[in-house]
């Protein structure tokens, strides 16, 4: 089973931009459709996109839709989220999934 380790969480500004990277231990990584979520205190767990194997197609959710993409490296084992215009609602633990594996999510927090 892949294991998944998510990185680039921290303080930003309403209105800024962040890129979270999720690695991934190994080359199964790129087998796999890779799926984004996060998780606001007090809130379910909310998904915020799915992208293919090769990237070719990704789907978000319509709260992100327009704001955040989505991306991968098979050759790294390594996928991005991309986020912009960033809201203080996008605060939340970001985590990164594939099949029934889990990373154990970063920390996005948007404040001024």
């Known amino acids: 089973q892949v294991q998944l380790v998510e990185s680039g969480g921290r303080l930003v500004q309403p209105g800024g931009s962040l890129t979270l990277s999720c690695a991934a231990s190994?080359?199964?990584?790129?087998?796999?459709?890779m799926s984004w979520y996060r998780q606001a205190p007090g809130h379910q767990r909310e998904w915020i996109g799915t992208?293919?194997?090769?990237?070719?197609?990704?789907n978000y959710a319509d709260s992100v839709k327009g704001r955040f993409t989505i991306s991968r490296d098979n050759a790294k084992n390594i996928a991005y989220l991309q986020m912009s215009s960033l809201k203080s609602e996008d605060t939340a633990v970001y985590y990164c999934?594939?099949?029934?594996?889990w990373g154990r999510g970063t920390q996005v927090t948007v404040s001024s």
């Open positions: 190994d080359s199964s990584f790129g087998t796999l459709n």
């Open positions: 992208t293919t194997t090769t990237g070719a197609y990704t």
């Open positions: 999934r594939q099949r029934s594996s």
